[in-house]
């Protein structure tokens, strides 16, 4: 999940009977199926929401280039350089059509953009923990790339039209890339001795993180429920954490791979695998800065976006002049 | 496109190129696509503006790309006939012809043929923006007379590249004349930019680089066109861009195929990382 634990403003969700009347036609609509566009009507929570949740996943496609861009140079084959390599640039093309689709409930990417730079708005805690092997392409790829599309393809059906469209391009690119993701681990898995440990290693540090990009449990939360009511949540935290777990489990029995969880068991009664326990507070640690690289991935895109105000200040002179030139040829002429 | 010249070859044969001349052009502009590719793939995440990003990410994908084409060739034309260069003795190469992993991932780098333009490190944008500059006139240009040649491999390749490198020359020029005549330090880190990369230019259109272009039947004014098409176009995006030529004098000496900077090594120790530690491996 590139967006956790959304805020609504809610404290609980009103029924039918207690909301004014536009807040009435517009629950209908959405309980009917309907899109909601940029100039209908729409609940402030609504949109306030709808800004966070859009916003956090653009910021993670941005955050997220980094831990994939630091193998693009040590990539194994050039046919893998070239995968990796329009793989970082769809997340940046993901990032740029998210923005966009959050500028549609009226709020700029420079005020997105400086409220991920300042570390007060948040991205998916999984891009906080580092890339060490070229594995970790192959467990990205397979893990948290898959963990993403659980969340996205239900987004598809979202409430709001340009988010729901904007997931339907980006499921399109996300399962290439789960695919590519394991593809990477079926040839390390097939391979010496040494490229098998690397992909062992690297589902050994992904498998809990990847768990955790579902957020905590929220069957209780008040938050969940509005988002859900709004349609712009479909499904619980540990419904879609269970459903990536037994889709999961036999793609590693596939490849050879142990699950790094020792209480991991068949439930005959629930038809699904049952795990072990979740270490909470790390993910709240990771969550609050205290990640392993959360320091590093917000200098770096600091130090992108400082080093790169000259180049913006000065195509913006440019432009100015061209400008200017060019009124002044008017008025000659 | 600042008019960029159309080469005019004459049509005079002079002979088909030899098997380690189609080779040696191979790795000449495969190793630069290879190198400079690298290079700007390292602004993946990092560059000024998310559209930035982007762009870098799709010319590195089109120079990888055009380099495994090219390297591609080089091997074929390799394992055709032994006149071509000899295939090394490399441990955890499988034995047969070359494949352009093999040549990009197991070559020393005295065996690459990439200007030393190509590997000098990224720096800063403008850094970044002037190379890419300097090399697209020269890709451009040197794809233009290739797509030419009777040499049919060849010509297909170049014919492919140049749809793309028309597309970065535009990009690199509108950006060249946009920052440099654009704010004070904008204009300042520009010019900066061209006099750091002034001296490695001369190694662009110099027949002793290894590609003389007399041989390729593109008749004897193919290298000079590559040259003065070259000049023209940098005299024309530099005065748009209100950037002064530098007058110092190009770095020459020791001028011959395989002259390199002490970057290279670093460069080719991060790429071909696993392939060493990994010898035979298939990934």
């Known amino acids: 999940m590139y967006a956790q634990m959304v805020k609504t403003e809610a404290d609980r969700v009103k029924t039918l009977a207690e909301m004014d009347e536009c807040e009435r036609v517009f629950q209908e609509r959405v309980d009917r199926g309907v899109k909601i566009e940029p100039k209908d009507w729409m609940p402030d929570g609504y949109r306030k929401t709808l800004i966070r949740q859009i916003s956090q996943h653009a910021h993670s496609e941005i955050v997220g280039q980094l831990p994939e861009g630091n193998w693009i140079s040590r990539a194994?084959?050039?046919?893998?350089?070239?995968?990796?390599?329009?793989?970082?640039?769809?997340?940046?093309?993901?990032?740029?059509?998210?923005?966009?689709?959050?500028?549609?409930?009226?709020?700029?990417?420079?005020?997105?953009?400086?409220?991920?730079?300042?570390?007060?708005?948040?991205?998916?805690?999984?891009?906080?923990?580092?890339?060490?092997?070229?594995?970790?392409?192959?467990?990205?790829?397979?893990?948290?790339?898959?963990?993403?599309?659980?969340?996205?393809?239900?987004?598809?059906?979202?409430?709001?039209?340009?988010?729901?469209?904007?997931?339907?391009?980006?499921?399109?690119?996300?399962?290439?890339?789960?695919?590519?993701?394991?593809d990477i681990m079926m040839s390390l898995c097939?391979?010496?001795?040494?490229?098998?440990?690397?992909a062992q290693d690297a589902l050994d540090r992904w498998w809990a993180p990847s768990l955790m990009m579902f957020g905590p449990p929220d069957e209780h939360s008040v938050h969940s429920a509005q988002s859900k009511a709004w349609k712009i949540k479909?499904?619980?935290?540990?419904?879609?954490?269970?459903?990536?777990?037994?889709?999961?489990?036999?793609?590693?029995?596939?490849?050879?791979?142990?699950?790094?969880?020792?209480?991991?068991?068949?439930?005959?009664?629930?038809?699904?695998?049952?795990?072990?326990?979740?270490?909470?507070?790390?993910?709240?640690?990771?969550?609050?800065?205290?990640?392993?690289?959360?320091?590093?991935?917000?200098?770096?895109?600091?130090?992108?976006?400082?080093?790169?105000?000259?180049?913006?200040?000065?195509?913006?002179?440019?432009?100015?002049?061209?400008?200017?030139?060019?009124?002044?040829?008017?008025?000659?002429? | 496109m600042e008019g960029a010249g159309a080469a005019n070859p004459q049509s005079i044969n002079h002979r088909e190129p030899s098997d380690r001349e189609i080779f040696n052009l191979a790795l000449v502009m495969g190793d630069n696509c290879l190198i400079l590719g690298q290079q700007i793939s390292q602004w993946a995440g990092h560059a000024p503006i998310l559209e930035e990003d982007i762009a870098q990410a799709n010319i590195a994908l089109d120079l990888i790309g055009q380099a495994q084409y090219w390297l591609g060739l080089a091997g074929e034309i390799e394992g055709l006939k032994s006149e071509a260069a000899p295939a090394s003795n490399v441990k955890g190469r499988s034995a047969g012809p070359r494949s352009a992993d093999d040549l990009a991932f197991l070559r020393e780098p005295h065996e690459f043929r990439n200007f030393r333009l190509a590997e000098i490190p990224n720096g800063d944008y403008a850094h970044t923006?002037?190379?890419?500059?300097?090399?697209?006139?020269?890709?451009?240009?040197?794809?233009?007379?290739?797509?030419?040649?009777?040499?049919m491999p060849v010509r297909d390749i170049a014919g492919k590249a140049l749809k793309e490198v028309t597309y970065h020359l535009q990009r690199s020029s509108d950006l060249v004349i946009g920052l440099g005549d654009?704010?004070?330090?904008?204009?300042?880190?520009?010019?900066?930019?061209?006099?750091?990369?002034?001296?490695?230019?001369?190694?662009?259109?110099?027949?002793?680089?290894?590609?003389?272009?007399?041989?390729?039947?593109?008749?004897d004014s193919a290298a000079l066109n590559l040259k003065a098409n070259w000049d023209a176009y940098l005299a024309r995006v530099m005065i748009k861009a209100t950037l002064v030529i530098p007058e110092r004098a190009p770095l020459v000496a020791g001028l011959r195929p395989g002259t390199h900077t002490e970057h290279l090594g670093y460069i080719l120790a991060d790429m071909q990382l696993l392939q060493r530690a990994h010898p035979g491996a298939s990934w």
């Open chain 2, 182 to 219: 654009g704010s004070d330090e904008s204009h300042q880190r520009m010019q900066g930019a061209l006099d750091h990369f002034w001296p490695y230019t001369c190694e662009l259109c110099d027949p002793r680089w290894g590609v003389d272009l007399e041989l390729w039947g593109l008749g």
């Open chain 1, 234 to 333: 479909i499904n619980g935290n540990d419904e879609l954490r269970h459903k990536f777990v037994d889709q999961t489990v036999p793609q590693a029995k596939l490849l050879g791979l142990e699950i790094p969880d020792p209480d991991l068991r068949w439930n005959e009664a629930r038809g699904s695998y049952d795990i072990g326990q979740i270490d909470w507070e790390e993910f709240f640690q990771v969550v609050g800065g205290n990640g392993p690289c959360n320091r590093e991935r917000l200098a770096a895109r600091n130090k992108a976006h400082e080093d790169g105000a000259w180049f913006r200040d000065g195509l913006m002179a440019h432009a100015d002049k061209t400008k200017a030139r060019q009124q002044s040829q008017g008025e000659a002429a």
């Open chain 1, 76 to 182: 194994p084959t050039l046919q893998r350089k070239v995968i990796l390599l329009a793989k970082v640039q769809d997340e940046a093309g993901h990032g740029l059509y998210l923005y966009g689709a959050a500028e549609t409930l009226g709020v700029s990417r420079d005020e997105l953009t400086a409220q991920l730079l300042s570390g007060r708005a948040k991205y998916s805690s999984i891009f906080n923990y580092p890339t060490l092997s070229w594995a970790d392409m192959g467990a990205i790829g397979w893990l948290v790339d898959g963990a993403a599309i659980m969340n996205q393809v239900p987004l598809q059906r979202c409430s709001y039209g340009p988010y729901a469209r904007a997931m339907i391009k980006v499921c399109k690119e996300e399962s290439f890339h789960q695919r590519q993701g394991f």
């Open chain 2, 129 to 151: 923006l002037m190379r890419q500059f300097l090399f697209d006139n020269w890709h451009f240009h040197m794809l233009q007379i290739l797509s030419q040649t009777p040499c």
């Open chain 1, 190 to 198: 097939r391979g010496s001795a040494a490229q098998k440990a690397m």
